[in-house]
Structures are given as structure tokens and as C-alpha cells.
């Protein structure tokens, strides 16, 4: 998924989707160690900075996560010049890298990357440059996001059903089991919606097979997902293949979520590389 970079500013009570890859794309985060070790340095990290995590997947060699910045009374203690705790931020307001989010993600990269090179004996850059993150305007990208996440398992064939892949946040948000980091449960969720009326969006939507060719021809345009132009072509790939988000009821049954005719021609092409 294609992410525009520049606008990072961070500010309270966001949400942010993060995408990070491992260097040169190596399978160092595919072991059950490694991903224990990854989830606890992205609890620590949360906590550090008082970030709430919405959901999240960690592939072979790559994560991605939903987060949302704290309220505004404790982003401004974070950020405050006067700030010198080392659970703090150590940059003043008006430095470009006083952003929670960025120094969170960035205290999860370091220790993550530190305690699986110590144990495989590793050097140099753990992950691929910058972390990616684009910020989430509204339910329907939010909604799009964590279904997208979700179904990354499905997609490289190593789970049948998003909620069957133990490394993700996908059977909590099905109601089927539990994260193995605590995910957010305020009551004053993002975008004026309720936690109940997301979950049931997010449970459905993740299981529509329809989203990962809408995904696949949206990718290859190479437009930034949170651009105007990005939105409105990915809102029409969705609009062709006859799924929505917001929908509270899908448009067909579960056995004829297969893929679309509109992109049969399009994504065969591309699987078949």
C-alpha cells in the first residue's frame, strides 16, 4: 500500500496506520521468538508514550499497525519544552521530530531491532529506512485499514481466515479470542463512532475476499492512499466490486465473497508472476 510520507504532523487524539519492513525484506520476524519479541517491545512502547493500539499484524519480515495518539492534556506533557523524563519526549515543541507517534514507533524499532540482532548475531540496520504512517480521516479509512491488515495472512496463503492467524489482532476484533496486546477500548472512540459499531464492521469486512483484488489494482496504480486522488479511485474500486465498509449488511452471501469480475482479468496477471 502506497503511503505519502509528507504529511506526518502528529497532533492529539490521531490515527495512524504504520507499515515497517524488515531490511532487504529477510524473514528475521517469522519465528515464534521473534514475534514475542516484537510484541513485547510494542507494548512497552505504547505504554511509554500513553499511544492506544487499535489493531495490528506482524508478517515474516514486516508490521503494520493502527494506533491513535493520546488526549490532549497528556500529548501536551509529552511534548512540553520543559519535559526532560526519559519516558518523555526529549525534544522541545518546535522540534520537526517532537511527534509522539514518530518517537513511539521509533523506541519500538530500536529495541526490537536490538534484541533480535543480539540473538542472531546480527549488525548494521535492522529495518528498511523510515517507518511509513499515514494518518486515518475518518471511519471508512479506519475500517479499510484493519481489514486490509487483517487479510495480509490470507492473501500469502498462511491462514484460511484472518481470525485463524495467532499474530494479529483479527480474532479479537471477530470476537473470537483474545490480542496479545491490549488493544483500545475508550469509550470515546475516534470519529464520533462506538467501539461496538466498528467491531462489527471490521468483522465482516476482513472477511470479504473482494478487498484484497480491490487492494491488488489500487496498489499498482501507485497512488498515495491518503491523497484526494488516491481516495477517490480507491472508493471506486470498491464501488465496481460492490463492497463498502460502512455497510452493516454485505451484499452477498459469505460462499459468493469470491473474487470480482471487474478485477478477474487485472489480478490474475499479477498472481500469476
Keep these: 500500500m502506497v503511503m505519502n510520507t509528507i504529511a506526518r504532523k502528529d497532533a492529539p487524539n490521531t490515527v495512524w496506520h504504520i507499515t515497517s519492513r524488515v531490511n532487504w525484506r529477510v524473514w528475521h520476524l517469522r519465528t515464534e521468538e521473534a514475534c514475542q519479541a516484537f510484541l513485547e517491545c510494542l507494548s512497552g512502547a ?19 499497525a493502527v494506533v491513535r495518539s493520546p488526549d490532549e492534556e497528556v500529548y501536551r506533557q509529552l511534548t512540553g519544552r520543559r519535559t526532560r523524563c526519559r519516558h518523555f519526549l526529549p525534544w522541545p515543541s518546535s522540534h520537526p521530530r517532537s511527534t509522539v507517534i514518530g518517537q513511539c514507533i521509533r523506541e519500538l524499532q530500536l529495541s526490537v531491532g536490538k534484541r533480535i540482532q543480539k540473538k542472531l548475531g546480527l549488525t548494521g540496520h535492522f529495518w528498511e529506512g523510515k517507518h511509513h504512517r499515514r494518518r486515518l480521516e475518518d471511519e471508512w479509512a479506519l475500517v479499510t485499514a484493519v481489514a486490509y491488515d487483517h487479510r495480509n495472512p490470507v492473501v500469502k496463503n498462511m491462514a484460511p481466515r484472518p481470525e485463524d492467524y495467532p ?81 452493516d449488511e454485505p451484499k452477498t452471501t459469505s460462499e459468493e465473497r469470491g473474487t470480482s469480475s471487474v478485477f478477474r482479468s487485472s489480478t490474475s496477471a499479477t498472481r500469476s508472476r
Design 46 to 64: 505504547l505504554k511509554r508514550f500513553f499511544v492506544d493500539l487499535i489493531g495490528y499484524v506482524v508478517m515474516s519480515n514486516h508490521y503494520h
Design 167 to 247: 499474530r494479529s489482532s483479527a480474532a479479537w476484533w471477530a470476537g473470537s479470542g483474545q490480542a496479545a496486546v491490549p488493544l483500545c477500548t475508550r469509550s470515546d472512540f475516534p470519529f464520533g463512532t462506538t467501539l461496538e459499531r466498528v467491531r462489527a464492521r471490521v468483522a465482516r469486512f476482513q472477511l470479504d475476499k473482494r478487498l484484497d483484488d480491490v487492494m491488488t489494482v489500487f496498489q499498482k496504480s501507485r497512488l498515495p492512499i491518503d491523497s484526494p486522488k488516491g481516495r477517490r479511485y480507491l472508493e471506486k474500486l470498491m464501488r465496481e466490486a460492490g463492497i463498502d465498509p460502512l455497510g
